[in-house]
């Protein structure tokens, strides 16, 4: 079975743009989480999403959106980007929200 | 607010020797923890889990943890190392019973293991 997959792999962006990045769950999972990992530290929760809801929000700008579909995929989105986005944005899925969660590749956003 | 201590920055270890990673947690409900692993060039990959029940855990490739509730500890241990341990490991911790369930991770523990 397929793992976790996020697109695309690598981003380079300028500050004030905005960006879309995409994940789709493994199969049958209806829970997609999103994370930040700069250099250096662990993941830290940006959202949950189970069944199309957003179910948790960390504590991260409204700079910061996302949305899950009907297919159970979701897309992370940032606007007006700022230096200090520049990280790894993984996205985890799951059967349900407290179910244990699976991490794709990542994307790595570079804003310059 | 939860928060996930691991005590330990960078470990370096020859073969064989035994491992032991400290993690600590804060959350005074019920849990679930969590292992994960990153090798060089991967994704976070599951090392082992604690739902409930026994609290020691065994995991892949040898690995395994100690769940003392009195301690607010999950330690990651492993008798005998080999070079492909080389990678870095994240406790995690989701605290049940609230609002929201996202997981809660630790700083990371860099291993490295010379042959």
């Keep these: ?112 | 607010a939860q928060s996930v201590s691991q005590h330990n920055h960078h470990v370096i270890l020859s073969e064989a020797a035994s491992l032991e990673l400290g993690c600590n947690y804060s959350y005074g409900g019920t849990v679930n923890l969590f292992w994960y692993v990153q090798y060089p060039g991967q994704h976070l990959q599951l090392l082992l889990k604690y739902f409930s029940g026994d609290p020691l855990v065994k995991g892949i490739k040898g690995f395994e943890a100690e769940f003392i509730k009195s301690k607010f500890s999950f330690n990651l241990r492993k008798p005998s190392v080999q070079w492909s341990d080389t990678a870095e490991y994240f406790c995690a911790v989701r605290g049940l019973n609230q609002a929201g369930t996202a997981l809660i991770f630790g700083k990371g523990t860099t291993l490295s293991v010379s042959s």
């Design chain 1, 1 to 112: 079975d397929a793992g976790v997959t996020q697109s695309p792999t690598h981003l380079i962006k300028t500050r004030g743009q905005q960006v879309t990045l995409r994940c789709s769950p493994i199969s049958g999972h209806k829970s997609v989480s999103w994370y930040q990992q700069v250099l250096g530290q662990g993941p830290q929760f940006i959202f949950q999403y189970y069944e199309k809801e957003e179910r948790g929000r960390g504590n991260f700008p409204d700079r910061f959106s996302a949305r899950q579909f009907p297919n159970y995929s979701s897309e992370l989105n940032v606007n007006a980007l700022l230096l200090g986005d520049s990280a790894l944005y993984l996205c985890a899925s799951s059967l349900d929200t407290t179910d244990t969660q699976y991490f794709g590749p990542g994307t790595r956003l570079t804003v310059l």
